[in-house]
């Protein structure tokens, strides 16, 4: 069956700190995988996206990246955590029978 | 502009009490229509695909349905378990349109 793992599930992270927020797909080859954050009250915000290894497609310019490693690997990262990079991140991977197939989540506080 | 628009924000039930949320639309070219259901802390959960419009699909107590321009997820009898935020979403194929979700409480 086809699983996607996020870890980890909450993380709390001083300013200026660096992040790494990894995702895993099981039981499926070249995903389309996505980063999305979701704050409070609002709707999911693509962040990244990637359709193989190493292209990494960037939704909106900020103070995050994301990398491609390994085909069923995304990565969210940040050199320096700023305090607006709180929220809710998503890993996420696509198909056309179920649209999205989300990933546990990430409930990032940055302080 | 493509845009998805999600009513109401927020619904309160009483237990049995039946409602619908609505999911209205406007995208060039309807490749899908996506509802998920996400509880609090949690990543979305994937609950119906609807392609074209008249289309209908039901699990348990939901019923989706889709139009031309809009998309309802039927509640019927609600529990307290069905308590969580709907979200819906439409895919034109390229792009992936999210609405805000619509926040259901259900009281006993």
């Known amino acids: 069956s086809q699983t996607i793992h996020q870890w980890p599930a909450t993380l709390v992270q001083p300013v200026g700190s660096p992040l790494s927020l990894e995702c895993t797909v099981e039981g499926t080859s070249n995903p389309n995988l996505y980063w999305y954050r979701q704050a409070a009250g609002r709707g999911l915000q693509l962040l990244f996206y990637s359709v193989g290894i190493g292209q990494i497609s960037s939704e909106v310019p900020q103070n995050l990246s994301a990398s491609r490693p390994q085909d069923r690997q995304f990565i969210l990262s940040s050199k320096k955590l700023l305090l607006s990079d709180s929220g809710f991140y998503l890993c996420?991977?696509?198909?056309?029978?179920?649209?999205?197939?989300f990933g546990s989540g990430t409930r990032l506080t940055v302080v | 502009e493509d845009q998805v628009t999600q009513s109401p924000e927020a619904l309160r039930l009483q237990e049995g009490e039946s409602s619908s949320l609505n999911c209205s639309y406007t995208?060039?070219?309807?490749?899908?229509l996506f509802w998920y259901r996400q509880d609090p802390g949690k990543g979305p959960e994937f609950l119906f695909t609807l392609y074209s419009a008249g289309e209908e699909k039901e699990k348990e107590r939901l019923k989706a349905t889709l139009t031309k321009k809009e998309s309802f997820l039927h509640i019927t009898a609600p529990k307290p378990e069905d308590s969580a935020t709907y979200l819906c979403?439409?895919?034109?194929?390229?792009?992936?349109?999210f609405g805000t979700g619509t926040s259901l409480t259900v009281i006993p």
């Open positions: 996420a991977w696509s198909t056309r029978t179920y649209g999205y197939t």
């Open positions: 995208v060039s070219g309807l490749r899908g």
């Open positions: 979403a439409v895919s034109t194929g390229n792009q992936f349109y």
